[in-house]
């Protein structure tokens, strides 16, 4: 297992498209976590699953963004109507659910908004 | 609102020297405590977390409940410990991660 994997690494993009990343955990883990991290801060936490149930949303989860895991394994996160403020690394990260595991992350998705 | 505040944005120290870089928290509960790293080019990853009271590559960080504070300490500071380093807290009955803004630690020869 080579870790929690993003698609793709980077995206550049026009204010206003949509743009859709996607996280595959590490197998065995059934949590799967979502953050953005932007320049000169620590990772914000957005949502997390377990297994297919999105079970916490942070208020930075605007409507304009959504994840889905749907079969509790890889997720995607879709960012509609992107703005320049957007623009930011994004992290998954997974655990397992008895907690002896901590969170281990991505390589993050790096967007850019035009 | 939980917070973390690492006060040092950067820390540069010599090879041998001590290191103490310093996490602060916010919560009114009972925090879990991490430190998480990240050296260059590589992914963000666990260094320690508080309930292990584990010392990994020579570093510690006792949980100070009073003063509400989670340093990260090395007595002997190596340059291969030059790196990006992150206090986190997990809120009681929640999965996230808080982050601090993290401290740019650079250890010269």
């Known amino acids: 297992d080579t870790g929690v994997s993003q698609n793709p690494r980077h995206k550049i993009t026009k204010r206003g498209q949509n743009v859709t990343f996607r996280c595959d955990p590490i197998s065995e883990h059934n949590r799967l976590y979502w953050y953005r991290q932007t320049l000169g801060q620590g990772p914000e936490f957005l949502t997390y699953?377990?297994?297919?149930?999105?079970?916490?949303k942070s208020r930075l989860l605007s409507d304009r963004f959504s994840a889905e895991r749907p079969k509790g394994s890889f997720s995607t996160l879709e960012i509609q109507r992107t703005e320049q403020g957007d623009s930011a690394m994004y992290l998954c990260?997974?655990?397992?659910?008895?907690?002896?595991?901590?969170?281990?992350f991505g390589d993050g998705t790096r967007l850019s908004i035009l | 609102a939980q917070r973390v505040t690492q006060p040092e944005k950067l820390l540069s120290v010599f090879k041998g020297a001590p290191v103490e870089l310093k996490c602060n928290y916010s919560?009114?509960?009972?925090?879990?405590l991490f430190w998480y790293v990240q050296y260059s080019r590589q992914r963000l990853q666990l260094l320690l977390r508080h309930i292990s009271r584990e010392s990994i590559k020579g570093f510690t960080a006792d949980l100070n409940k009073g003063e509400t504070s989670f340093h990260l300490k090395k007595p002997f500071a190596q340059e291969e410990d030059s790196a990006m380093y992150y206090c986190?807290?997990?809120?009681?009955?929640?999965?996230?991660?808080?982050f601090g803004k993290g401290t740019k630690l650079t250890v010269n020869p």
């Open positions: 919560y009114s509960g009972s925090p879990e």
């Open positions: 986190a807290l997990s809120p009681q009955g929640s999965e996230k991660l808080v």
């Open positions: 990260a997974s655990s397992s659910t008895d907690g002896s595991q901590p969170q281990h």
């Open positions: 699953f377990q297994n297919e149930a999105q079970l916490e």
